[in-house]
T-cell receptor, first 113, second 116 residues
Framework: AQSVTQLGSHVSVSEGALVLLRCNYS??????LFWYVQYPNQGLQLLLK??????LVKGINGFEAEFKKSETSFHLTKPSAHMSDAAEYFC???????????FGKGTLLTVNP | GAGVSQSPRYKVAKRGQDVALRCDPI?????LFWYQQALGQGPEFLTY????????KSGLPSDRFFAERPEGSVSTLKIQRTQQEDSAVYLC??????????????FGPGTRLTVL
């Protein structure tokens, strides 16, 4: 079985500040991990994914995440927040013969001017 | 190229009515997924197709939910005798390969179903 826990349902940062969104996973098989972003009334868009190559993964819009097996974590970071980053962010896991995505409950990011 | 499209974008149904939700995946994509997203929650898996074969329907909440993809492209999710707890956003996603857990899933905009 696989599961994802996203700590903090709502994160608020100032424009230009560091963004850190937390994701911890549980998996009985080697996991593949994904971060998606969802803007209002839109579908989910992939930001980045970890598929067992490099543990530090760079994605679109300046986001990156680091896979840490010892901590079962895959936190998402961005050095400097932009107003356009305001959205809901979902962490998801798949793995083994499990091709479906199991999502966390999401973190709503607010960026204050 | 065109992404995943879904129709209708919004659907209001009276309790007990049947509804049909359509998904047009990206052309050539082998895999197609349906997810249900309740308000304030992450998407939850409903069912999976590889071409026209429905390989996994473990997430369908009841036998009122039925999905098909008869020609391996367009898919329809049908909900019979809708109930208030069926109110949610229904997301469709497609991916290029079959049965590959590393493959990127591309999501449509969703259909927001409201059952009164």
């Amino acid at each position: 079985a696989q599961s994802v826990t996203q700590l903090g349902s709502h994160v608020s940062v100032s424009e230009g500040a560091l963004v850190l969104l937390r994701c911890n996973y549980s998996s009985s098989v080697p996991p593949y991990l994904f971060w998606y972003v969802q803007y209002p009334n839109q579908g989910l868009q992939l930001l980045l994914k970890y598929t067992s190559a490099a543990t530090l993964v760079k994605g679109i819009n300046g986001f990156e995440a680091e896979f840490k097996k010892s901590e079962t974590s895959f936190h998402l970071t961005k050095p400097s927040a932009h107003m356009s980053d305001a959205a809901e962010y979902f962490c998801a896991v798949s793995g083994g013969s499990n091709y479906k995505l199991t999502f966390g409950k999401g973190t709503l990011l607010t960026v204050n001017p | 190229g065109a992404g995943v499209s879904q129709s209708p974008r919004y659907k209001v149904a009276k309790r007990g009515q049947d509804v049909a939700l359509r998904c047009d995946p990206i052309s050539g994509h082998v895999s197609l997924f349906w997810y249900q997203q309740a308000l304030g929650q992450g998407p939850e898996f409903l069912t999976y197709f590889q071409n026209e074969a429905q390989l996994d329907k473990s997430g369908l909440p009841s036998d009122r939910f039925f999905a098909e993809r008869p020609e391996g492209s367009v898919s329809t999710l049908k909900i019979q005798r809708t109930q208030q707890e069926d109110s949610a956003v229904y997301l469709c996603a497609s991916s290029l390969r079959g049965g590959d857990p590393t493959d990127t899933q591309y999501f449509g905009p969703g259909t927001r179903l409201t059952v009164l």
